[in-house]
């Protein structure tokens, strides 16, 4: 009989969902914080908000709560190192590339990224090892490129693309 792991099943079946790769950025006492997250998705149109989920061992977690805002940042295929520099680098030498702003409500956001969706934090749940976050949107920004390179997605354990199907 096969004894399978549900756990590594889960996982198994999860990577099969393509999702957009985003930086989450806060700023605490002057300082940006920020950390990769694909567990981003829409919530409600009325008013406008999203659902974003983090890890609870994520050292921006804990800065998130405190600070009640957040930026999410949805990477472009051009940002592969953006989420190696998150990967590497820990606190705020993450920001040292790139060039970033501060958005409305005082979160950093990537220059050049596709959308940067800028929140105040309305809502936490629990969710087992990460808590859900709800974020009404204050601002959104998008590039001004019409040609926009596209976004970084995850999906199979790596990172991809989409492109348009033909009609």
């Known amino acids: 009989m096969q004894v399978t792991d549900p756990v590594i099943e889960f996982q198994k079946a999860m990577s099969l969902f393509a999702a ?14 920020g950390l990769v997250a694909t567990s981003v998705c829409s919530l409600s149109s009325t008013p406008p908000s999203i659902v974003v989920c983090v890890n609870k061992s994520a050292a921006t ?3 998130l709560i405190q ?4 930026a999410v940042n949805l990477l472009s295929v051009e940002h592969r190192d953006v989420v190696d520099r998150f990967r590497d680098v820990r606190g705020e030498a993450r920001f040292d590339t790139h060039r970033w702003r501060v958005s409305k409500t005082g979160s950093p956001m990537l220059d050049d990224a596709v959308v940067v969706l800028d929140c105040e934090i309305a809502g936490r749940h629990d969710g087992f090892s990460h808590s859900i976050f709800i974020g009404v949107i204050r601002d959104i920004a998008f590039t001004q490129q019409d040609d926009a390179p596209a976004c970084l997605m995850w999906h199979g354990r790596t990172f991809a693309h989409c492109s348009p199907l033909s009609a």
């Open 67 to 70: 600070e009640g805002k957040l």
């Open 20 to 33: 957009g790769v985003t930086v989450i950025t806060t700023m605490s006492d002057g300082k940006p914080a």
């Open 61 to 63: 977690h804990d800065v």
